[in-house]
T-cell receptor
Framework: AQKVTQAQTEISVVEKEDVTLDCVYE???????LFWYKQPPSGELVFLIR??????QNEISGRYSWNFQKSTSSFNFTITASQVVDSAVYFC????????????FGTGTRLTVIP | GAVVSQHPSRVICKSGTSVKIECRSL??????MFWYRQFPKQSLMLMAT?????????EQGVEKDKFLINHASLTLSTLTVTSAHPEDSSFYIC?????????????FGPGTRLTVL
């Protein structure tokens, strides 16, 4: 099965600590996109990043950074100097160019930042 | 731009009743809309893909007679949960892909929380 695996179910950190959320994916496609979404308690999905399979450059956006390693099929997400507002469930997802272009979500990682 | 709305945001109903959830793309036309279901502390699971003017494509294990999907216009898709039961209580989220837009981009609605008593 072409899965998206987020091995960490729940993570707790103390405010200002750095935290990395892991994501490993499987795909047979050469062209695909990877995503990270944040889901706060309200439930609404917040788009964080989209990365295509041909762009392995790491990306930084403020306190957020992403490490895409095609060799290990991983797309990890790091939050630097975490804040209480970062507490949410984070989903990694993948969409392939072939087929129905459906978005496959990982199981999610619940991050709790303790003040 | 690219805003998707859902109505209602929250609904509580009695077992056996039917509930309709609307998904609208407010500032773009959406040839394709997707319906997801999310049970508590679980991931989003795709239920069905709806294309404007044609029948929806349901994922394996999703009963099409129970979850009726209508995509009558390029800006509106509806999901009707027929004869709802407590096990249908869940968070339902829709997304829309823009007509002539990127194949990799879906815009998500805010979700509808359904509670069946």
């Amino acid at each position: 099965a072409q899965k998206v695996t987020q091995a960490q179910t729940e993570i707790s950190v103390v405010e200002k600590e750095d935290v990395t959320l892991d994501c490993v994916y499987e795909t047979r496609d050469t062209t695909y996109y990877l995503f990270w979404y944040k889901q706060p308690p309200s439930g609404e999905l917040v788009f964080l990043i989209r990365r295509n399979s041909f762009d392995e450059q790491n990306e930084i956006s403020g306190r957020y950074s992403w490490n895409f390693q095609k060799s290990t099929s991983s797309f990890n997400f790091t939050i630097t100097a975490s804040q209480v507002v970062d507490s949410a469930v984070y989903f990694c997802a993948r969409i392939d160019q072939t087929g129905a272009n459906n978005l496959f979500f990982g199981t999610g990682t619940r991050l709790t930042v303790i003040p | 731009g690219a805003v998707v709305s859902q109505h209602p945001s929250r609904v509580i109903c009695k077992s056996g009743t039917s509930v309709k959830i609307e998904c609208r793309s407010l500032d773009f036309q959406a040839t394709t809309m997707f319906w997801y279901r999310q049970f508590p502390k679980q991931s989003l699971m795709l239920m069905a893909t709806s294309n404007e003017g044609s029948k929806a494509t349901y994922e394996q294990g999703v009963e099409k007679d129970k979850f009726l999907i209508n995509h009558a216009s390029l800006t509106l898709s509806t999901l009707t949960v027929t004869s709802a039961h407590p096990e249908d209580s869940s968070f339902y989220i829709c997304s829309a892909r823009a007509d002539r837009g990127r194949w990799d981009t879906q815009y998500f609605g805010p979700g509808t929380r359904l509670t069946v008593l």
